[in-house]
């Protein structure tokens, strides 16, 4: 399948040159696609279902920067959004060859998702940390490179671990406050290759939440466990009972 | 991870089991793998080539690992039935894994010989089908059931008696140094701004020994038009040439920012374990199957500290032979 990119160098100069802009206009849009370039063979990918995907997600983020229940939790946010780029992407038949191409993913940033990208990294408390300026560390959230830094990625994977047999993916955002959990303690250590071992924590921290010190002693008790399992073939249950044995040891 | 691998044991008499299962070998094509090893193939060989476990290098090693898992299941009155083998792929950019292979001990046991075929070129796994970042692929024995809990005995389901594990790099892993583009902005940044014809430039100010310190402290950059020249025209004999000579440039300047920050401080191996630096060891210090040789790592650490430069020339030992070939070819006029 034929899918669109955007390589390095046209992504690092229209980043900076974009710096200051909350959201990209038609003029900015065109200047991404003057720089696209195809990518595989056969049938071009629709990206249609994924930018009617990318509308319900402008809509559903206005909504939620209102809602109390949200408003100071951009990483929960983000965990609602994701649910939204994960079905958007399966709509559009994303080949396997597309997700694992960083130029597809730094299109589909700078082609949809600028707003989103700037947004989340301008919630952080302190103006020295706000990041999309001259000099800041801002391509690290385009570029795809980090999983867990990357805002695209991190929300795929984020998404892609929530979704449970029934085809829910609640636990993405079910917890509240969750940066640290999944930027910390699930997307890049050994947890995350178990989708059924990630669902259990996340259940439990929404269920009896840990404050951070606790939740960071408990996941790394659980990090230092997995060394001794093969937890690939668990059934919820078995999940389950090992994320409680952990977490009563620091409830 | 810092703390992620490290592991503790609370289980007695597996050492014989797992020393067996050690000598389980992996194959991409020809490429072999040790246990815990570490290797780099091209795209096209990981995407085409079959992968192969061998469970011992002939039937009499696999009779003995067969025996020596049946003698760590019976010192601890494990059935034979809540015993599995199995073989486990994961993408480890985005977290997708499948098992490749799986069978109980006597499933196992009654295998015509050590050899595996785990993915043919038209039936591959997803994992096996991503070549942007490494994969990993783990093989071990465990518990397929949770069994009574007694001390010193493994009892929830899924705790390995032995296992090892592999990593294949098909060769475009992205989180390396990829040059960035030097245009005016970024001279202004790193205050070379009236040195408007340098061409290459290498930002290694941040300490690359210190565990908290990641690859994006590092700058490669390249003169805007020209990177824009190599990444348009990425097959030329220069091209490739000056890739290799930039890979070179910035080793050289991490290794030299290495040797002054070692014996700065003064640092020990063990201070900088799991940063940069010790990842760069780590990639040159593995023998011809992929594993990390401590005594060679060991040695090029003492290298770093007293006499970069033959660290560096080390490095560039290690880039493909056609190097030399490729500089007297470009010198003499071909393209």
Known sequence: ???????????????????????????????????????????????????????????????????????????????????????????????????????????????????????????????????????????????????????????????????????????????KLATDLWQSHLIPVDTGYTPVLVRAILRRQASQPLTRDPLRLCAKDITRSNTNVVPTGWTDEDADEYVDHHWAMHL | MASEHRSSR???????????????VLRVGDVEVAHNGSRQVSPTEFLNERFQISFGEDRQSFATLVS????????????????????????????????????SLDEFTALDGPNVTLAGRHDRERPLTFTAKTLRIEAGCLLSKTIEKRPLRPFRKGTWLAKTHYAINPGQDFEGFEPKPLDAPARSDLKIKEHEQTQRFMDVEADPTDPATTDEDFGLYVDELTLRSLEENPRTLGTSLMQRILGMDMARAIIYRASKAINDGPKSMGDIKNSVFDNVLDAFSRDDKGAVSEDTKEKLFANVKATPEIFVSCVEDTLEADFGKDIRELASGGE
């Open chain 2, 68 to 103: 020596e898992l049946k003698t760590a299941a019976d010192t601890h009155g494990i059935s034979s039935d809540d015993l599995k083998i199995v073989v486990i792929a994961s993408s480890t950019y985005w977290k997708i894994t499948k098992e490749l292979f799986s069978a």
């Open chain 1, 1 to 175: 399948m034929r899918y669109p990119t955007l390589n390095r160098t046209p992504l690092t100069t229209l980043a900076k040159r974009f710096l200051g802009k909350e959201e990209l206009g038609p003029d900015e849009r065109a200047q991404v696609k003057a720089h696209l370039v195809d990518r595989g063979s056969g049938d071009t990918m629709d990206l249609r279902p994924l930018a009617k995907r990318v509308k319900e997600m402008q809509s559903l983020h206005q909504e939620l920067l209102d809602d109390p229940d949200y408003e100071n939790d951009p990483d929960r946010i983000e965990g609602r959004l994701s649910e939204l780029l994960h079905r958007g992407l399966k709509a559009a038949g994303m080949p396997d060859e597309a997700l694992d191409d960083k130029d597809f993913w730094q299109y589909l940033v700078m082609k949809y998702f600028w707003w989103l990208v700037v947004w989340r990294h301008h919630t952080v408390q302190h103006e020295k940390y706000k990041q999309f300026k001259e000099g800041g560390k801002y391509l690290r959230y385009l570029n795809h490179e980090k999983k867990e830094v990357s805002v695209l990625a991190r929300m795929y994977i984020r998404a892609d671990l929530a979704l449970d047999d029934e085809g829910s993916y609640e636990l993405a955002w079910k917890g």
């Open chain 2, 10 to 24: 609370p289980y007695s008499g597996l050492r014989k089991c797992q020393k067996a299962f050690q000598e389980t």
